[in-house]
């Protein structure tokens, strides 16, 4: 309660009391044994008190102490509490008066519902949506209308989205990522066959509930792909002669004429919520809505394989299929996608996610400090008290480190991505480094290099809290850091971000993908 005070002065006593008779969520009668309490304190102390007990939510007690009664009720539903909102309107956790179900109302925008011809086509689309029963998509119980305007009664789902579910914890394994993106296949599957196209796929619109059920959420930018229809009457709901989607996720074919798509534009969508699943960022990144279109149109296709490592590649090609600029080029329905997301996922074991059969055997991790010389070969070069060394071409790329200066390394990663994160500290793990410290923020990643006295911080050009060009100067500039080195990962996606890093021997960039050699070679350069 302490963080949803009233905009408003609190009402008095007796306002609450009437409020809460206004609001409807009580009887006159049931509120008669608590009158004589409410009376004897302050409102917002009453309000308190409901809410610990369990009859008021704060949503509710909020409301009542605003004096805004009448947001608590809408048709045959009491209003728990506020989910979000978007362009379509207003999302509500609610309770059905009588049967008591527990459910999520959204109420649309008066501008969206403001035409008689929509009224018609949102009923239509309405009762087919209806009809959707799949245990990966978010149900639709019913639609009316009050003087809010129209709702529509769904689905409550007990858990959140998947654009949270990264942010608050990072990006995904990539067994989870497979698992959610096939669950929502299956679902959008479903809806094709039923003549649905969602249109507006994305991470935020994906939910898993609390037993790790996925749900395909927000039907509302749904165009019902029915054949027979005047192009007007099969028109989306939200359709006015503007482009409908999310640009970060949306098909290049949808930016021209987001009317005309098909099933195909969400297998493009969907492999670009896959994309943002496993590195916690969409696949293009544009400093406005036209450059973001422009990217999925023209820009190369993100490379995935230095986020699979050896845990699934074939994963990478299953990627580029679904994001293919030319539908025709796509997997030309969600069965397919389905198919090829459950045969990797077959192939993939928790919690290794090894590719390898189980009588395969590890690598063992390479001796640096006397590696072994290949018959014929000749060492590639020694690494000197500069750090600095060439390699022969056609010369094993063989390494040999002063004794000590290994295993006494102190190594800060920097890495929002776990299964990138992973790989790294695998690497680092056959160098032989004596610590790592690891963080997604490039503030804290600073801050515990200067506490740690670290040796090499190690990032990835997106960052939490900045670009991995941006910690590069700040550690440049900071006395504090000592003679820190840096060195940043980079795809081919980030040449602009990269334009900005500084040129100094203290900082190397590691083209993506890399391996183990390529990342020795790019700490050794910048230990000084």
Request: aromatic letters at 4%; proline letters at 5%.
């Amino acid at each position: 309660m302490a963080d949803k005070q009233p905009s408003r002065d609190v009402v008095s006593t007796g306002e609450f009391v009437q409020c809460l008779a206004e609001s409807g969520l009580f009887d006159i009668a049931d509120l008669l044994p608590d009158t004589a309490q409410i009376a004897a304190i302050d409102s917002a102390t009453a309000a308190q008190k409901l809410v610990e007990a369990g009859k008021l939510t704060e949503f509710q007690a909020d409301a009542v102490l605003s004096r805004r009664p009448a947001d608590l009720k809408i048709g045959n539903y009491e209003i728990l509490d506020r989910l979000g909102a978007g362009a379509m309107g207003t999302v509500f956790k609610a309770r059905h008066r009588r049967m008591k179900r527990i459910v999520a109302l959204k109420v649309l925008s008066r501008e969206v519902a403001g035409s008689e011809k929509f009224a018609l086509r949102f009923q239509r689309e309405v009762e087919t949506i209806a009809k959707l029963t799949h245990p990966n998509i978010v149900m639709a119980f019913d639609a009316d209308e009050d003087e809010t305007g129209p709702f529509l009664v769904m689905e409550f789902v007990n858990g959140r989205d998947l654009a949270s579910e990264v942010k608050n914890s990072g990006s995904l394994s990539v067994a989870d990522a497979v698992d959610r993106i096939l669950q929502a296949a299956r679902g959008l599957e479903y809806a094709h066959a039923q003549g649905i196209i969602h249109r507006d796929i994305k991470p935020g619109n994906i939910l898993r509930d609390v037993d790790g059920v996925i749900k395909v959420a927000d039907l509302g930018l749904a165009r019902l792909n029915t054949s027979g229809d005047e192009p007007d009457e099969s028109a989306s709901l939200t359709q006015a002669g503007m482009v409908v989607g999310t640009a970060e996720y949306m098909p290049p074919e949808q930016a021209i004429d987001s009317g005309q798509v098909d099933h195909r534009a969400d297998i493009y969508s969907l492999g670009c919520t896959l994309h943002f699943l496993l590195t916690g960022r969409a696949p293009y990144q544009a400093g406005s809505i036209m450059s973001m279109l422009l990217k999925h149109r023209d820009a190369p296709i993100p490379d995935l394989s230095s986020f699979l490592a050896d845990t699934a590649p074939e994963l990478a090609p299953v990627f580029q299929r679904m994001v293919a600029k030319d539908p025709e080029e796509r997997y030309q329905t969600m069965t397919e996608v389905v198919r090829e997301l459950e045969r990797l996922q077959s192939r993939i074991t928790a919690p290794s996610m090894q590719t390898q059969p189980p009588s395969a055997q590890p690598a063992a991790p390479m001796n640096l400090l006397n590696p072994p010389v290949a018959s014929n070969q000749t060492l590639a070069g020694i690494i000197g008290d500069t750090g600095t060394f060439e390699v022969t071409p056609g010369v094993a790329e063989q390494i040999v480190l002063q004794p000590g200066r290994v295993t006494s390394l102190t190594i800060v990663l920097v890495e929002p991505s776990r299964t990138q994160a992973g790989i790294i500290r695998r690497y680092l793990t056959q160098f032989g480094a004596g610590a790592v410290h690891a963080t997604g923020s490039g503030q804290e990643g600073i801050e515990i290099a200067k506490r740690e006295r670290a040796d090499v911080l190690i990032c990835s050009m997106h960052l939490l809290d900045m670009t991995g060009a941006a910690l590069a100067r700040t550690v440049l500039a900071d006395p504090g850091c000592g003679r820190l080195g840096v060195v940043v990962a980079t795809s081919e996606s980030d040449a602009e971000y990269a334009a900005e890093l500084p040129t100094d021997s203290r900082v190397k960039v590691l083209p993506k993908p890399f391996d183990f050699q390529q990342l020795t070679r790019a700490i050794t350069s910048v230990i000084v």
